[in-house]
């Protein structure tokens, strides 16, 4: 510990850079995709149009990938999250266009139904015994049929409702005086900045406190102004065209609130614990069915929000929603850095895993790739992310 | 004169951070049977995975010359082909397939293109007979014990026309019994020339069969010992593994005065579903006061682990058929781990790999993990604290790691049973039952984990000491029990308790079953 006390800046620099390889591996990776799209669309990508549409196309992946990001870790998967999305934006259209449901009441039934659907799955696992990719591949069948069940007699419901078309299409409000840039944008991300500052520092402090080793005054205010710069110039690119998507904003309190859960909380540490050494975990005292349970239900119900974000981006059900999600929602935790044998991963790196999936899809769509090539550019870099985290994760004996 | 199968010279390995073998020389007669000893962390198991392929040529110093050649193995496959064979404490066999094809698997007897299987049949059994393994070879893996495990292993490598067998604690597993027919097994392929290298931490076992001991220490050859010079007893070997004299095992424990009964089984039967509703325990009846240390001795497969399991929450799923138990006077009902440690009762696994501790997280989240309500600040878990307390551990019982922080399955054995003890004195508990506290960890860590049991009972906890080691249970117990066949068999205080009239209670048992 004292020996670090001695180091230089450099060698600082360099021991967190080894120390951390994996995450800023991702980072660079998703800084060197969104490079080579602006180049290859002269700068088309990166404008700030692009980027609004960006996020709004890429919440609901990212909102699955939170959910499989936990269920992941459990060593457990969820293959019916797409139709589970499908079905639960279908029904939310047919609550609001066919009884008249108001767009609020309509997405809390929906993520009861989802949470319910949870329920059923959770308990399959836990109680009955079913291996989670056995009961959730049966749900997959199950869900696509009531989707297109649902829909068999309407064809796609065309949403009318602004206010929830507005989730996924829609900026939060300027203020009054505004003027070219979205005022209110700026505040929030100078806001979040400070906030961020703040909590930084408190926790540095508390450490402190306790004498324990912190880094360098150095290393820390480049961390602070590097992090400071990257909100503020996302927000301001964001202010640019028409402000922080109502998407972002429902992305972001999600990402909070789990990555508060899994890192603060004793529920989180139960998640790690059980993804670790189940047995382990339940001679611990933890209640490994009953924690299993709650992924179970948080991966249904976010899967309900993802079909209610979707549906809002079309502003329609399709029968066709909810093909492939779960691919694109198991790539993006991966990417993250999931680790393939669980036990190990982040949301908030499931969020640059969900990035990395989305600038591709993208990307790829802005310079004309065709379909079939965009799946095959997807699964190699899947592919290469996975090898890539195999390699580098030390084996533990 | 001499003649040499092996020579490890100048062999240096490094790890990120580590140098597990600083410069060891390493020398290997024909024909002899060869003990490495040395504390956990000192580089045995580092030193055969070298010299099996594991750590392949390239990753470290030094020569391996074997039979006169230098080897340069890049993986188990090459040194199996010069006739190297490496027997793993944890075994490898596959459970779910018969004894004749895991003897040959990996190089199955052919005949064209098709696996020949009634020649393989015929010949496993040959390999079983060397083994004096009388079982049929078309039985499954996992119907047999650990200690028969252990046999088929040998048979395979025997299969593989073993020259040099490498045994990483054979014994440790293993009951007195079995451990004796395996020594003996090892003395006859001695004599049909197989040369053996045996890593173990049972020093009596060594001292009876090693021709050569060789010490390990830090990474580094402390010394060999030629055993037909002179009679090498434990003490030296002791001194020569911790560079210290030892003059107890067993350190001792203040007079203290025993207390209430604090835990009591009356009537205790359990059937077990998983085995065709089985009774596995019949009419336990037990008691440790406050204050001291019991001993559950018995036979492997006695059931003294699953009463330690029914009784710690019944997390086995096991029922329970009859039986009260009581803490501190009180009935009491656990249906789950949680209830067992909420009322006071920790349970210590036998197997701290497969159940007992999460590898890949880092000391502290092991310690912590039973008892993060100690450590909650509204919602969240403090972090700081946490670190405080785990590093209270640390210091306090003298877990050897760079930091908290550092990984579990980075830890020597050792370390790692302390880590497991740690975990749960934070949680505090009144009746703690230690299972197997000692196996595959080396004497100096051994003789810290019976301090740190000292430390308890003379702090006022109950200890129950589960343990296959006969000399272990005599030494520690204030008083023992025995099991055989899930029936207690006999109590016996310190004083009344003798290896002899031990194992005649632990057998007893066993004679009428079956």
New interface residues.
């Given amino acids: 510990?004292n020996e670090q006390k001695n180091m230089s800046l450099g060698q600082e620099l360099v021991t967190l850079l080894k120390t951390n390889i994996r995450d800023y591996m991702m980072y660079i990776a998703l800084v060197v995709i969104m490079a080579f799209f602006s180049w290859r669309t002269n700068g088309g990508f990166i404008s700030a149009r692009n980027i609004s549409n960006l996020i709004n196309q890429a919440g609901y992946v990212a909102i699955l990938a939170i959910g499989m990001t936990i269920i992941l870790i459990i060593k457990h998967i969820d293959l019916s999250v797409g139709y589970v999305a499908g079905f639960c934006g279908a029904v939310a259209a047919i609550l609001m266009t066919q009884h008249g449901v108001n767009e609020w009441l309509t997405i809390l039934i929906v993520l009861i139904l989802g949470a319910l659907i949870g329920l059923y799955q959770g308990t399959l696992v836990t109680r009955v015994g079913v291996p989670a990719f056995v009961a959730t591949l049966a749900g997959q069948f199950m869900f696509r049929g009531l989707l297109s069940l649902s829909l068999e007699s309407t064809g796609t419901i065309i949403v009318p409702n602004k206010g929830f078309n507005a989730l996924s299409n829609g900026f939060i409000p300027d203020l009054p005086f505004g003027t070219d840039l979205h005022m209110l944008t700026l505040i929030i991300g100078v806001v979040l900045v400070v906030a961020m500052i703040y909590s930084q520092l408190k926790e540095r402090r508390?450490?402190q406190?306790?004498n324990?080793q912190v880094s360098s005054n150095a290393v820390f205010i480049i961390k602070m102004v590097a992090f400071a710069a990257i909100i503020m110039i996302i927000m301001y690119t964001l202010a640019d065209y028409s402000g922080i998507p109502w998407t972002a904003v429902i992305v972001g309190v999600v990402l909070f609130a789990y990555n508060?859960v899994l890192n603060?909380?004793?529920l989180g540490?139960y998640v790690?614990?059980i993804g670790?050494?189940d047995?382990?975990?339940?001679?611990?005292?933890?209640?490994v069915k009953r924690v299993t349970l709650y992924a179970f239900i948080s991966v249904s119900t976010l899967a309900a929000l993802a079909g209610v974000l979707f549906t809002s981006r079309l502003q329609s059900a399709t029968p066709q929603a909810g093909l492939g999600f779960e691919l694109d929602a198991i790539a993006s935790s991966y990417i993250g850095g999931v680790?393939v044998s669980g036990?190990?991963g982040r949301v908030t790196n499931t969020i640059i895993g969900s990035l990395v999936i989305m600038s591709l899809t993208n990307g790829m769509n802005l310079m004309g790739v065709g379909i079939s090539y965009q799946y095959i550019v997807k699964g190699i870099i899947f592919i290469i992310a996975v090898a890539f985290d195999i390699r580098t994760r030390?084996s533990?004996? | 004169m001499s003649d040499y199968i092996l020579e490890m010279r100048n062999i240096v390995k490094e790890f990120?951070g580590v140098r597990a073998l600083d410069n060891v020389n390493f020398r290997v007669q024909r024909g002899e049977i060869h003990c490495l000893v040395g504390e956990n962390g000192a580089g045995k198991s580092t030193l055969m995975k070298v010299l099996s392929g594991v750590y392949p040529h390239g990753t470290y110093e030094g020569d391996i010359v074997y039979n006169g050649e230098v080897m340069n193995f890049k993986s188990i496959a090459d040194s199996e082909a010069k006739e190297i064979a490496i027997i793993y404490q944890e075994l490898a066999l596959i459970p779910e397939l018969s004894l004749y094809e895991n003897i040959y698997y990996g190089h199955e007897i052919v005949k064209g293109h098709k696996i020949d299987w009634n020649e393989t049949i015929v010949r496993a059994k040959e390999m079983l007979d060397k083994v004096r393994l009388n079982a049929d070879p078309s039985m499954k893996v996992k119907e047999l014990g650990v200690g028969n495990q252990q046999l088929v292993e040998i048979a395979k490598a025997l299969s593989k026309n073993v020259k040099l067998l490498i045994l990483d604690e054979p014994t440790a597993a293993l009951n007195e019994d079995d451990s004796q027919n395996l020594l003996q097994l090892i003395r006859e392929l001695k004599e049909s020339g197989v040369t053996c290298i045996m890593i173990s931490h049972k020093l009596r076992e060594i001292t009876a069969i090693a021709d050569t001991i060789t010490v390990l220490r830090d990474g580094a050859t402390i010394c060999s010992i030629d055993c037909h010079e002179y009679e090498v007893t434990e003490a030296e070997i002791i001194k020569h593994m911790v560079g210290r004299e030892m003059d107890n095992i067993y350190p001792p424990r203040a007079e203290h005065e025993f207390g209430d009964i604090a835990f009591e089984l009356k009537d205790w039967t359990v059937v077990d579903p998983a085995k065709d509703g089985r009774e596995i325990l019949h009419h336990v009846n037990i008691n440790v006061r406050k204050g001291e240390i019991v001993g559950l001795q018995g036979l492997m497969g006695a059931g003294r682990t699953e009463l330690a399991l029914s009784v710690?929450?019944n997390?086995a799923g096991y029922k329970i058929t009859s039986g009260e138990m009581y803490m501190d006077g009180k009935q009491v009902h656990f249906k789950?781990?949680?209830s067992?440690?909420?009322g006071g009762l920790a349970?210590v696994?036998e197997d701290r790999k497969?159940?007992?501790?999460?590898?890949?997280?880092d000391i502290k989240?092991n310690i912590t993990?039973?008892n993060?309500?100690a450590l909650?600040s509204g919602?969240?878990?403090n972090k700081?604290e946490e670190?405080?307390q785990a590093n209270y551990y640390k210091d306090s019982i003298n877990i050897k790691a760079p930091?908290v922080e550092q990984?579990v399955?980075?830890l020597s054995g050792g370390n790692q049973q302390k880590v497991q003890v740690a975990?749960w004195m934070f949680v505090k508990p009144n009746v703690l039952i230690l299972d197997e506290p000692t196996r595959g960890i080396d004497v100096g860590a051994k003789f810290e984990i019976y301090t740190l049991m000292n430390r308890l009972v003379e702090e006022g906890m109950s200890i129950i000491m589960i343990s296959s080691e006969l000399p272990e249970v005599l030494g520690m117990s204030d008083r023992l029990y025995v099991m055989s066949e899930g029936t207690i068999t006999g109590e016996l205080t310190a004083e009344e308790a003798t290896e002899e009239r031990v194992m005649a209670m632990a057998i007893k048992g066993g004679a009428q079953d079956e």
């Fill in positions: 510990m508390n450490k406190k306790y324990f508060y603060q909380t004793r540490r790690y614990g670790g050494n047995q382990a975990a339940e001679l611990s005292g933890i209640n680790a036990g190990i030390k533990v004996r | 990120p710690f929450g997390t789950s781990a949680r067992a440690i909420d349970y696994s497969g159940n007992g501790l999460i590898l890949i997280q989240y993990i039973a993060l309500q909650m919602t969240s878990v700081n670190i405080m930091s990984l399955g980075n975990k």
